[in-house]
């Protein structure tokens, strides 16, 4: 039952892909396609926030190394110890491999909340540019890339999606308070 299924699903994909094209020219019907994945690697919100992020993750990363930097610190210092110092330093030690290892974790947390609040923010933006860009050109239907098994480069709208988008963009000024 599932092979029949899958054939039936195909069969309807191809019927769809043939008789849209002869829809389309028939009937006036407008389509185009945009490959938004070229619009969201070249949009500079994208770009801005690559570098927040980035900046983020150094932060981040400096602040690892000086954890990881005193607990090599305390290894040392523990060689040292006579037997009856070396149990209570020894404590303090896991406590900071147990503080390094919450901290990776939050820091990972944060890091990849912040990066899909940011990248929901953009598709967003960019799906609002496509809506309003198609509707003011009269696309009947604006279709992704990633979807199409074959298109013709003069359906491409991906050139005027990133220059509305670009238009829209308020870069952030890093010297506002905010």
Do not use: C, H, W
């Not at 110890?81 to 901290?103: G, P």
């Not at 992704?144 to 220059?163: G, Y």
Request: proline share 2%; glycine share 2%.
């Amino acid at each position: 039952m599932s092979k029949k299924m899958i054939a039936v699903f195909f069969l309807a994909v191809m019927v769809v892909a043939f008789a849209l094209p002869a829809f389309a020219a028939e009937g006036g019907m407008k389509v185009a396609y945009v490959d938004v994945a070229e619009v969201f690697d070249n949009f500079q919100k994208t770009k801005d926030q690559d570098l927040v992020l980035k900046t983020a993750g150094e932060a981040k990363e400096k602040e690892r190394t000086a954890m990881t930097n005193a607990i090599r610190t305390m290894e040392d210092e523990l060689a040292l110890l006579s037997a009856n110092v070396r149990a209570s330093k020894q404590e303090q030690l896991i406590e900071k491999k147990r503080q390094l290892e919450d901290f990776d974790r939050s820091t990972r947390q944060q890091l990849a909340e912040q990066r899909d609040k940011v990248v929901r923010e953009i598709f967003q933006d960019i799906d609002a540019v496509i809506q309003d860009f198609s509707a003011k050109a009269g696309y009947d239907m604006v279709f992704n890339k990633r979807v199409l098994l074959a298109q013709k480069k003069e359906f491409d709208i991906t050139a005027q999606v990133s220059a509305e988008l670009a238009k829209k963009y308020k870069k952030p000024n890093p010297n506002k308070a905010g």
